[in-house]
């Protein structure tokens, strides 16, 4: 099995949508992941406010690298087939934080909870929970 490194990680998503938010993974296992996502303009919405899109960008894209580390052998691959965030707060300037978890890591669906926080105040910005289908190839196929 390949080990799991943040660079990785990083590089896969670098001109896809994790990479255009300019999230930033930091640690990655079959047990937690965490990342960074500077608050700049290109994540704000039109209010001014943090865009709640880009937090769930970042909690759901947690959740989804921790799946493929925590994939079960045979998989190829998932699909999110879920998923709902509570938003509690905001931010305007500063780094937001998040950490996913595994709930429940099953042969057919994984489930991950992430929190997302403001660096410097530790206030909880969004409480985020994700079901994902595992995927394995297609027998004879």
């Given at each position: 099995?390949?080990?799991?490194?943040?660079?990785?990680?990083?590089?896969?998503?670098?001109?896809?949508?994790?990479?255009?938010?300019?999230i930033n993974i930091l640690a990655i296992s079959a047990a937690e992941v965490r990342a960074e996502l500077p608050v700049r303009r290109a994540v704000l919405a039109p209010n001014g406010y943090l865009h709640a899109g880009s937090v769930v960008t970042l909690a759901d894209?947690?959740?989804?690298?921790?799946?493929?580390a925590a994939l079960?052998?045979?998989?190829?691959?998932?699909?999110?087939?879920?998923?709902?965030?509570?938003?509690?707060?905001?931010?305007?300037e500063g780094v937001i934080e998040c950490v996913a978890r595994p709930v429940h890591l099953g042969r057919t669906t994984q489930v991950w909870d992430a929190v997302v926080t403001h660096r410097d105040t530790g206030k909880t910005i969004a409480m985020f929970r994700c079901t994902q289908m595992v995927l394995y190839p297609k027998q004879g196929a």
């Open positions: 099995m390949t080990p799991l490194n943040p660079e990785d990680f990083n590089r896969r998503g670098a001109d896809m949508l994790p990479g255009h938010l300019g894209t947690c959740c989804g690298y921790g799946c493929v079960p052998q045979g998989a190829q691959g998932f699909t999110t087939v879920e998923l709902k965030s509570n938003h509690l707060g905001t931010a305007l």
